[in-house]
């Protein structure tokens, strides 16, 4: 239970760094894009943590009634 947060963090902190790349892009297209495909793999990355965590609760609380 403490690999979740730890991962949580991690991906918001990919993701402000996404951000901060696209911030000090200066105009620079390449600079842009690269901050725009950081940005897409660090939300998605994220958001497959957190529903990894809600598919693995429901499926051990249908099979095995047990919580977590």
């Known amino acids: 239970s403490l ?3 730890i ?3 991690l991906g918001l902190f990919f993701i ?3 951000g901060y790349t696209i911030m000090m892009s200066e105009g620079n297209p390449t600079k842009i894009s690269q901050g725009k495909e950081e ?3 660090a939300v998605l ?3 497959f943590i957190l ?3 809600v598919i ?3 499926i051990i609380r249908a099979l095995l009634g ?3």
């Open 3 to 5: 690999l979740y947060p």
């Open 7 to 9: 991962c949580i963090a």
């Open 16 to 18: 402000a760094k996404a």
């Open 39 to 41: 940005l897409t793999s």
């Open 45 to 47: 990355g994220t958001l």
């Open 51 to 53: 529903l990894s965590l």
């Open 56 to 58: 693995l609760r429901v």
């Open 66 to 68: 047990a919580t977590i």
